[in-house]
């Protein structure tokens, strides 16, 4: 089966007219795109974000104030456990608290969210990152994103990019086809 060098053409060109119209994120040249996400790390705590709770025993880590209403929404809470969950008014007497009812060796974890580009993802256009995305969501975190990024020093990457940006793609025609 021969390939259709005619549909190979057309590819190239909307490419081309893609390439040469869409945004590009302020983004120098030779620019392609990725996914952005973003991931909570752990920091010191004057820097801190928010905080975790890990929890030794589960050996499981857990937002804190996520961690915080389950048990409120989940447990049956009464008496001296019930009053000094209610007095919880911040981390650390929200750790005091896990400490003595439910991990003993629990320990606060401070984190901030801090942006990354995701591993495997490398696009030509802006478009094809954002399908990309939509079709693959459940992947990323709902704040995801396009992200322009440049191939800087790369004059394999710059060369092509730059045949695709000019290249003339209807004079692969033969002659005969042109009238």
Known sequence: MSRDWR??????????????????D???SPRFWVVGD??????????AERFSVYLPNAAE??????YLEGIKEDEELSGEELE???????????????QKYQDEDACLCPEIKEHFVRENTMFLTKSEAKRHIEMNHYHYTNEAHTYAMTAWRSPVVEQLLQ???????????P????A
Not at 164 to 171: G, K, Q, T, V
Not at 175 to 178: A, D, R, V
């Open 84 to 98: 000094e969950f209610e007095e919880i008014g911040c981390e650390s007497s929200a750790l005091d608290w896990i």
């Open 175 to 178: 002659k005969e086809e042109e």
């Open 38 to 47: 973003y991931r909570w790390v752990e920091c010191r705590e004057d820097n």
């Open 7 to 24: 549909k190979d053409i057309e590819f190239l060109k909307s490419l081309q007219s893609e390439l040469n119209s869409q945004a590009n």
């Open 26 to 28: 302020c983004q120098a």
């Open 61 to 66: 880590s857990y937002e804190i104030n996520d």
């Open 163 to 173: 045949i695709l940006h000019e290249f003339d793609f209807d004079s692969l025609y």
